[in-house]
């Protein structure tokens, strides 16, 4: 927490698979347990589409981390159901289907694609936002976390709004939306946030104040190499109702508010400190204006702590040891002066990921992420 308050702690903190955005796929998790030698157990599924590993206690202790996940239960009603083989229907109508040898879900059905816009939103069977079975043990484990453990518990309330719309109503109706009926697109957008911020209102009510983090948003607005939509666009429509969201967490909670958002986001990162984003994940790198993080650092470190970093593109799945180790120190001495950093891999780690790079990565941040930071020369 003092690292996110933007002082510097005792050493910079370390996540794995506890925010968002930050987690391991299941195949990269298998290959990493043998590695370290643990007991074999049965892999948890924390994300179906994007399939991802839940993490287990003795690894998040094996490599130090700070951080702990609370979760929403699943609905009692419209759970999820299979569809055939290898797909499935959410409870918004969504079919998503794994393609042979393929490592994720993809969407191959959208509930709002052919529906008129000029009712699609009034007809449209929207879920239960209260449905009891999303807050089931909710408090006992937040007051369980909160009382028991020091680490910083993160409450997932995701509350994505942009890619969401997106999903329901297929991405080429949804951009042709954005462009041409801009109303609806707005409308659209915030009926959806209405949804999940009802949501968000009873599972703040339930946690009380045993939450440090609430992972507000995880809307995706950059490609590798531009924003998906232009600034003003970005500002017209979806900045407002960001701020929105925003706004509605800080009057409710004292907990740090972390925004998920990939990729070549550098022209809009001032209008994510404008709307109230305290902790900014995952930091890519890879995509065009985020590589020179001294330069974020520089620019928005006063108001801003960064959370992520270590590159998943090249770095992880083809670089060697040496290499992780270097981009661990590179890093951390851009990022972490003053404090305002928590150190993972920029999103999920891959199944072409070697576990000793994993390791490495997180036994480097451990070793060298000790205030006060030594320069990164003294790294062979």
Request: glycine share 8%; net charge negative.
């Amino acid at each position: 927490m003092a690292a996110l308050s933007l002082r510097e702690p005792d050493r910079i903190p370390i996540d794995l698979g506890q925010a968002g955005g930050d987690g391991i796929t299941i195949k990269a998790y298998e290959n990493l347990i043998g590695y370290l030698g643990l007991p074999a157990r049965q892999i948890r599924i924390q994300n179906r589409a994007a399939q991802t590993a839940q993490v287990d206690e003795d690894v998040l202790q094996r490599f130090h981390v700070d951080t702990r996940r609370l979760d929403l239960g699943s609905p009692d009603c419209r759970q999820e159901k299979n569809v055939g083989e290898n797909s499935y229907i959410d409870e918004w109508g969504l079919v998503r289907k794994r393609p042979e040898h393929g490592f994720y879900y993809d969407i191959v059905s959208s509930p709002m694609a052919k529906m008129d816009t000029g009712t699609a939103i009034e007809q449209f069977p929207w879920p239960d936002p209260h449905d009891p079975g999303r807050f089931r043990g909710l408090k006992e484990a937040a007051k369980d976390l909160h009382e028991n453990s020091d680490y910083a518990v993160i409450l997932q309330v995701n509350c994505t709004f942009f890619l969401r719309c997106g999903e329901l109503r297929g991405w080429e109706n949804f951009y042709m939306d954005l462009a041409a009926e801009p109303e609806f697109a707005s409308a659209l957008m915030n009926r959806y946030l209405d949804f999940k911020l009802a949501i968000a209102e009873r599972a703040l009510d339930e946690v009380e104040e045993n939450v440090d983090v609430v992972y507000c948003l995880s809307d995706d607005l950059g490609m590798s190499d531009r924003t998906i939509v232009s600034p003003e666009m970005y500002r017209e429509l979806i900045k407002p109702i960001q701020k929105r969201l925003f706004d509605f967490f800080k009057a409710r909670t004292p907990a740090k508010r972390f925004y998920h958002c990939d990729g070549a986001v550098y022209p809009i990162i001032g209008d994510f400190i404008e709307i109230g984003t305290e902790a900014f994940n995952p930091i890519q790198v890879s995509a065009a204006g985020m590589n020179d993080t001294k330069r974020l650092k520089r620019e928005f470190g006063d108001r801003l702590a960064f959370w992520g970093a270590i590159d998943t593109y090249t770095i992880m799945p083809f670089g060697t040891v040496e290499d992780v180790r270097r981009e661990v120190s590179e890093r951390i001495h851009d990022l972490g002066p003053g404090g305002g950093y928590v150190l993972c891999a920029v999103h999920n780690i891959q199944p072409d990921v070697p576990p000793e790079n994993v390791v490495a990565m997180y036994e480097t941040a451990y070793e060298m992420g000790r205030y006060p930071l030594e320069s990164r020369q003294t790294l062979p």
